[in-house]
């Protein structure tokens, strides 16, 4: 019998995350803004537009869903105690006289805790962003995995627009398109507990939540403490397999016989550039030597 | 009696974009995607990137004219059966082994049906929203007009706008605000659908779609098989001519009568550069070398 | 007895925007556009663009406001007359034989006379805004004050957005970050008003309209006939002192009783780089200094 194990989980989901984890929450995303070249000193200049950013990267994913969905972007300051609460650490972290709050921050157990609970918020955002999407669209399964992907990783998204906009940022071509970890995790948050909304997955919601948090803040405190940065390429590399694989395995065969034969004439468009072949034929040399 | 002719244009108006003339869209769409340099290598490495892209192609008027309106830009992904034959298509034309769809649409006349079916699509749309718009304001003409060229020619500023926030592109002043032929000719028929739902036109809608479509269609297909590109430039400089032109004229019947004083002092505002000045006059004096 | 202040007062916040001053501010917004380099080679070129920007220009507080609450940010097209009217006066700014607009505006006084009618509109603009907002969030006065502030001075945001995405403007870190003279006296107007709105201010609304509206004309038409820019320099110190200045304070006088230690070690965060530190230091210095 689990029935302790259920009822933790149960009490578990139920938890509000109102003072305690938006507390870890905006203390970690006030602090990431901190430690950009410039912010201190711009805090100082403009306390206006740092305040600004600040609020960009504590509800950025609030505020991607919310555009998404075609709902006031500004709904996010009508909450006034969350605007509150987080003004106040972003004015404590700035301003606090001898820099105590980042001192203080710059402990590793601090780290650990707040980057914990942060993760925590992730899951009840992924799940309030499922949840609320399936109120608009009942069979919008992509539209459900959407914003909650949105709502859980979204910030970062708005986040380097907001750079994009005020120029300190310049993408280039690569850095757009590459997911970062958090982005991933959340994507694949976002699929499971959409799967388990629509009754396609036999777990109970709260047993889920305790396991994707547990699973999320684990990879988290354990990428932290060892100074790795975990990847789901073994993971990502079965999916390519499966999805793009085959292809790959009919060209490369198809290739050995064709071997003696000067040029490989096989499906090369004829307005395809150059570079993007070679590009694509060092890939495929690539994985066969693997 | 020509009772045949409009029983054909009432079917024809009554056709179904569903299963075939949307496959021809996307199928133009993606393949335009995949034309671009450094798209197929994209593909490989990022797929969801890639897969987005082909998307927005293949949807970004609707997505243009849902923000336009503030409905959810999301809507367009609520939509499942259009968005599995956009990804199927994109699936296809991209992992596909041997290249087979690139090399199949590599034939003209293959090419020649998809353009034209795309076209049929553009009337549809553009249709769509002017009934859509005028939905939300009852004599919001100029909303008309602006919501049906949206969703019929939207696409590509969609797409430039990504482009833009990748860094794959920079608009150099001009650029921008040329209008491309497809953005000319979905604004005329949104021009006239407007008018003809207002009912400042005296022709039945069936007829006018039979008509306009026709006239795309044709143009579209003789641009494709001549090499050239059509333009309304007659067309404009009669527009222009008679709405700008009046000053032209007065002000070179003018410049004659004054053309022995050494600087004409006409209309020079104390702040205006002088390059701008200059184009402006060098640009007089072309037009009536003409 | 203040009778006839309270009467003219009334009357005064029940005056019409409609044809003059709408006409000013259309007026003042398009000289503008057009005292931009390249807007009149532009308008002969492309006049949809030109005419774009113009109403950019013309509606943008309204737009942005829109955007924010997730309006439609066509509505503004619905409202045809004033359409029609800012359109003539970019037609009649723009394409005007001999330049007559243009001539009779550069005279100090039809300059002062629309700028002054402009500002009168800016009043109406934010206490449109802010009874707006306060019909979505009863609460919300965060919310009141950013929609009351981008109604008043959002054209600014959405112009040079416009600017950015053309490419004619390329922010250098600072610029986006300083707020103009316009942004910071709306902003001060959109607070008062929105005490005033949560009866948090003792002072009746068409009282209170009345003695800003002399205010910001006033200073407007100072501004203008004495070339000098307003700057809220004071203000601002004072109000910065208040709010982050005892940091300073305690720093500096800190720093005193430090001053024999070759390296002051207090609120460095590990993290922070060395630029900004020194940038920060130097300000220390300079304050002290004065």
């Keep these: 019998m689990d029935f302790p194990w259920d009822d933790l989980a149960l009490t578990f989901s139920h938890t509000s995350m109102f003072p305690f984890f938006d507390f870890a929450h905006y203390l970690v995303s006030v602090m990431a803004v901190k430690s950009q070249p410039g912010a201190v000193a711009l805090a100082w200049k403009n306390p206006i537009s740092s305040w600004f950013t600040a609020m960009l990267h504590c509800f950025g994913g609030g505020i991607l869903s919310c555009l998404l969905l075609a709902e006031p972007p500004l709904k996010f300051l009508a909450n006034n105690t969350n605007i509150l609460l987080a003004s106040s650490i972003w004015y404590i972290t700035f301003f606090c006289p001898h820099d105590l709050v980042s001192q203080g921050y710059s402990h590793l157990p601090v780290q650990l805790l707040a980057s914990g609970m942060k993760?925590?918020?992730?899951?009840?955002?992924?799940?309030?962003?499922?949840?609320?999407?399936?109120?608009?669209?009942?069979?919008?399964?992509?539209?459900?995995?959407?914003?909650?992907?949105?709502?859980?990783?979204?910030?970062?998204?708005v986040t380097n627009f907001e750079r994009l906009v005020k120029g300190d940022w310049k993408p280039e071509g690569d850095e757009w398109l590459k997911m970062s970890y958090p982005s991933k995790v959340t994507l694949l948050g976002s699929i499971i507990f959409t799967f388990q909304h629509t009754q396609h997955l036999a777990i109970s919601r709260h047993n889920l939540m305790f396991l994707?948090?547990?699973?999320?803040?684990?990879?988290?405190?354990?990428?932290?403490?060892?100074?790795?940065?975990?990847?789901?390429?073994?993971?990502?590399?079965?999916?390519?397999?499966?999805?793009?694989?085959?292809?790959?395995?009919?060209?490369?065969?198809?290739?050995?016989?064709?071997?003696?034969?000067?040029?490989?004439?096989?499906?090369?468009?004829?307005?395809?550039?150059?570079?993007?072949?070679?590009?694509?034929?060092?890939?495929?040399?690539?994985?066969?030597?693997e």
């Design 212 to 289: 994707y948090t547990i699973f999320i803040v684990a990879i988290k405190i354990t990428m932290m403490t060892t100074q790795t940065s975990m990847t789901f390429a073994p993971f990502e590399d079965t999916l390519c397999r499966i999805l793009f694989g085959w292809q790959q395995q009919l060209s490369s065969s198809e290739k050995k016989s064709e071997a003696k034969s000067p040029s490989s004439g096989t499906g090369s468009l004829a307005s395809k550039p150059s570079d993007v072949a070679s590009d694509n034929v060092k890939k495929k040399h690539t994985k066969k030597n």
């Design 119 to 157: 993760e925590v918020t992730r899951t009840w955002k992924i799940v309030g962003g499922v949840t609320h999407a399936n109120s608009y669209y009942k069979n919008g399964l992509i539209v459900m995995i959407a914003i909650g992907w949105a709502r859980g990783a979204g910030g970062a998204i």
